[in-house]
């Protein structure tokens, strides 16, 4: 199975610094479990943004997409596996010393926050924060996280593992906070290609059946935690020139 997704996503998934045409993270690691319980092979490619991602994947140039958001638009070209493979917590980041109070989502009426474009929302929630929220919208999570920090928002809405993976990056895990309660719950789904010769029932069931299994095991946040390390570790090295 030729695997993809998106390329700037961690903990999920991401470039390979010392191997740039392949991708790491969680869901990799989530995959490559399974796959091996399956007796299956996966290769896990970087295949450019998310965009380009996709239609390799629609096309069938790639059989997989391992971080696949729900969206209605893509159930013409892809069969979502479910459950899904990571449930995404989407929740309230605040500075440690903020007065907002925050009990339920209407708490943030009318007050200013930040979200990076790469955020991938449920359709229903986005609808609502268009509508309800007033947020800035920043080319990525690092950059939404600054502005909180330097007082230029009350909050960032962002995943509970990428939030936390990306305050420790930047040094700011201390001075951060994520609420507790999700204000939303996308999930990350594996999602094969239509035009894809190794999509058939038989491996869609047992995909499937594994899904269902996986949240049991408890292995998620084990794994989840370990690729924080993992990314944090890297974001330390010297930046070597990749072998091509």
Not at 110 to 117: D, F, I, Q, T, Y
Not at 156 to 171: H, N
Not at 211 to 230: C, D, F, K, Y
């Amino acid at each position: 199975l030729v695997v993809t997704g998106s390329p700037d996503a961690p903990p999920y998934l991401w470039q390979d610094p010392q191997d740039p045409k392949h991708l790491i993270g969680a869901s990799a690691d989530l995959l490559q479990q399974v796959a091996g319980q399956l007796g299956i092979k996966v290769q896990l490619l970087y295949a450019g943004k998310r965009s380009q991602a996709l239609d390799e994947v629609r096309s069938g140039r790639m059989d997989m997409l391992a971080d696949a958001p729900l969206t209605v638009s893509e159930l013409e070209s892809l069969d979502y596996i479910h459950p899904a493979l990571l449930e995404n917590d989407y929740l309230v980041w605040t500075r440690k010393d903020s007065s907002l109070v925050y009990n339920a989502v209407a708490d943030l009426h009318g007050h200013p926050g930040a979200l990076s474009e790469k955020s991938r929302l449920t359709a229903q929630f986005a609808t609502f924060a268009e509508q309800q929220l007033t947020l800035t919208r920043t080319p990525n999570l690092t950059q939404a996280l600054q502005k909180l920090l330097l007082g230029e928002v009350e909050f960032v809405l962002a995943g509970r593992y990428s939030g936390m993976a990306m305050a420790q990056t930047l040094g700011m895990a201390n001075d951060l906070v994520a609420r507790v309660q999700p204000v939303d719950k996308p999930g990350l789904f594996l999602a094969l290609s239509h035009n894809s010769a190794c999509n058939d029932p038989w491996l869609r069931g047992q995909l499937a059946k594994k899904m269902t299994e996986l949240p049991a095991s408890g292995l998620t946040e084990a794994v989840l935690q370990r690729n924080i390390e993992r990314w944090n570790v890297q974001q330390k090295q010297p930046v070597s020139t990749p072998k091509q």
